[in-house]
Nanobody, 121 residues
Framework: QVQLVESGGGLVQPGGSLRLSCVAS????????MGWYRQAPGQQRELVAA???????NYADSVKGRFTISGDNAKNTVSLQMNSLKPEDTAVYYC???????????????WGQGTQVTVSS
């Protein structure tokens, strides 16, 4: 099996910073990419940022210039540095990864359990 475990959420004041981390573990053969999604109450889950194996990144327009995604292919980890946080960034943040398990050819999507980020004064 494969597991994604997130850490680093919490409560922060507007303008503050948080760093989220996620590690993928288990019978992993290959990781095509990892990323972060978020879901606020009453809203659909949306992509925040993603990074593929080669290092290319993609960001939602709403976080460009404030958030930075980074990954470590050797350790199967991904981090999201969030600066200049706004109340509208409040959501549950989910780690996401496209992983092929040992013995399998196809990649499939895996999700972490989510970590709450609350931006409030």
């Amino acid at each position: 099996q494969v597991q994604l475990v997130e850490s680093g959420g919490g409560l922060v004041q507007p303008g503050g910073s948080l760093r989220l981390s996620c590690v993928a573990s288990g019978s992993i053969f290959s990781v095509a990419g990892m990323g972060w999604y978020r879901q606020a109450p009453g809203q659909q889950r949306e992509l925040v940022a993603a990074i593929i194996h080669g290092g290319s990144t993609n960001y939602a327009d709403s976080v460009k210039g404030r958030f930075t995604i980074s990954g470590d292919n050797a350790k199967n980890t991904v981090s999201l540095q969030m600066n200049s946080l706004k109340p509208e960034d409040t959501a549950v943040y989910y780690c996401n990864a496209e992983i092929a398990r040992v013995g399998y050819i196809m990649f499939r999507t895996y999700w972490g359990q989510g970590t709450q980020v609350t931006v409030s004064s």
